[in-house]
Structures are given as C-alpha cells and as structure tokens.
C-alpha cells in the first residue's frame, strides 16, 4: 500500500475535501496546491499522477491530529 492509497482512504474515511486537506497541512505550515493535490489523489497510470512522499503523508498526520485534538492538547 501507498502513501497515496493510505491518503486516498482517509480522505474518504474522514469525509475530506481538497480544501480539508490542505486546510489541515496548513496546520502544521506545510504548503500545497489543489494541483498538486489532484495529481496525488489520481490514478497511477495517469500522466499527471504525482507519488505522495513520506514527508506529505507525516504532514497530513501530524497536521490531522491537531484538526481533531486542537492545538494544545497533548
């Protein structure tokens, strides 16, 4: 499984949209576009498709775990 796969799960488990998810990496002051995001959430064989890396999949967690929480707890 994928970062991309993992992603794609949440966003769906979470009932995300494009603007959640990069609301939620802004949290943690990570930056992305909805392009860039489209270009993950597509197919693998799609000539846009782009690999999600470890650093945007540990952004996503991070930044959701402080859209769940709030930012001063533990």
Not at 28 to 55: C, W
């Amino acid at each position: 499984m994928t970062n991309n796969d993992i992603l794609k799960k949440l966003r769906v488990a979470l009932h995300l949209r494009d603007d959640d998810i990069i609301r939620i990496l802004s949290l943690v002051n990570f930056k992305i576009t909805k392009s860039e995001l489209g270009a993950i959430f597509r197919k693998e064989g799609h000539p846009k498709y782009m690999e999600a890396g470890d650093q945007i999949l540990r952004n996503f967690l991070n930044g959701l775990i402080i859209h769940l929480r709030g930012p001063g707890n533990p």
